[in-house]
């Protein structure tokens, strides 16, 4: 199936990857608070940006996450560890340009649909504001969707109500010293325009 953009859609029917939400959840925080129509939602995890991490699973179960619930959707950011793209990123798309040692921020999301409308979430509108408070955009490298386990979706899915999902975004390559320190998903879910703020630093 393809999107208006002619990109393809991964539609997520069924719960046959059902994650463990206490694992992707954070505990209780007063500073989680809901999404609002046309306004950002934000919510604050105790958990870190999880650099130097070795595999997305490793981060998945430290429990780091932070997690904000609107009325249509609630997302999890699991985390934003450091990856060895060699062990991520199709062969083909790694030449001379790229250190054997290279590492970049990849982040993983665990989605469930909790409203009444089909939502499609698309790794285009993901936005990532560095420490240098700079805005950076997901990598043009392809993710190899068999390193990262079942259910891990690297393009946009469209998510059924009370359907969950799990995506995963590499983000483009960071200046030296730099890391993420925020995530900013923007949703358009039946007319209504949300947008979802993860701090993670």
């Known amino acids: 199936m393809r999107d208006e953009d002619g990109s393809d859609i991964e539609r997520y029917h069924s719960s046959e990857y059902n994650l463990d939400r206490s694992q992707a959840r954070s505990a209780e925080d007063p500073s989680l608070r809901s999404g609002e129509r046309d306004s950002p939602a934000r919510s604050r995890g105790s958990g870190t940006s999880g650099s130097g991490a070795g595999t997305v699973a ?11 619930d609107s009325e249509s959707i609630t997302a999890t950011l699991v985390g934003v560890p450091r990856v060895d793209i060699h062990e991520y990123v199709y062969d083909h798309q790694l030449g001379l340009g790229h250190d054997p040692e290279e590492t970049r921020s990849i982040a993983t999301f665990d989605l469930e649909n909790t409203g009444r409308h089909s939502i499609k979430w698309r790794p285009s509108r993901t936005r990532f504001i560095g420490t240098d408070d700079y805005t950076y955009q997901p990598s043009k490298l392809s993710v190899d969707p068999s390193q990262l386990g079942p259910g891990c979706h690297i393009r946009q899915v469209e998510i059924e109500p009370d359907r969950r999902a799990r995506v995963v975004t590499l983000v483009e390559q960071l200046p030296s010293g730099v890391e993420v320190a925020e995530v900013i998903q923007k949703l358009t879910i039946f007319g209504d325009s949300q947008r979802l703020t993860f701090s993670v630093e």
Not at 58 to 68: F, K, N, P, Y
């Open 58 to 68: 490793d981060l998945a179960d430290a429990g780091r996450s932070v997690t904000v």
